[in-house]
């Protein structure tokens, strides 16, 4: 299954690779800050076609369109055809593909694709974590010597002040913080050691479907700034980190 789901993200990484005049492709969803391209679209629909056959009786549930039934039941591909849109649009290069499958609530599988960087992440669950088929590890860098990710929400502008009060408190504590602007390459990121942590206060599903897999098969923990297990059906927020600072979350001013 997995050499499967892999194969066939590849190929849509293929399309993302070969966007063209993407502005003139832009249109905006429900503001300025809220955009879908036209190749998103083109993403979605490929993977909406060659990802369910390969389970039948599976249910796709993607960024731009999804079925009625929601993925805490049964097989789901839960998918965002391009995470980092607004990085897509103007040329930033730091884009994915995701791919999270799922049976009853629980990912299963995980494929996240920087087509740019040819990475590709993969992870099945009791089956360890891998980069272009090398496995990874978090890191084991106490957060005094590390650096780690966060994101701004920038749907929900009501988190903009505990987001920044919690970026300055994790950054008193840490040598420097990224802002990347695509969550399933900053989880990612975590799983094979580059960052410390990461953390954001509302994603949707497909924002870390995958990317949370590929954390705790790296030997990470991942859960919202609560302390409670991811959703898969409702928009949460999530902090992932290696097992160093995985107590760290206990001590901060949420």
Known sequence: MLDQIIAIVKE????????????????????????VTEYDLAVESFLKERLPPLLPGSIFYGEEERENAGPNTGWAFIVDPIDGTTNFVRGLRQSAVSVGLAKDGVVEYGVVLDPYKGELFSARRGGGAFLNGAPIHVSSRPLAQGVFGMGTAIYQRQYLEPTMRLTQQLFERSCDFRRMGAAALDLCNVACGRTELFFEYSLCPWDYA??????????????????????????????ASNQVNRDILGELDI
Request: aromatic letters at 2%; proline letters at 2%; glycine letters at 12%.
């Open 12 to 35: 849509a990484g293929g399309i993302v690779l070969s966007a063209h005049d993407i502005a003139a492709r832009t249109h905006e969803k429900s503001s300025a800050a809220d955009l």
């Open 210 to 239: 995958a990317g949370s897999l590929l954390v705790t098969e790296a030997g990470g923990v991942v859960s919202t700034l609560d302390g409670a297990p991811l959703s898969l059906d409702r928009r949460c927020s999530c902090w």
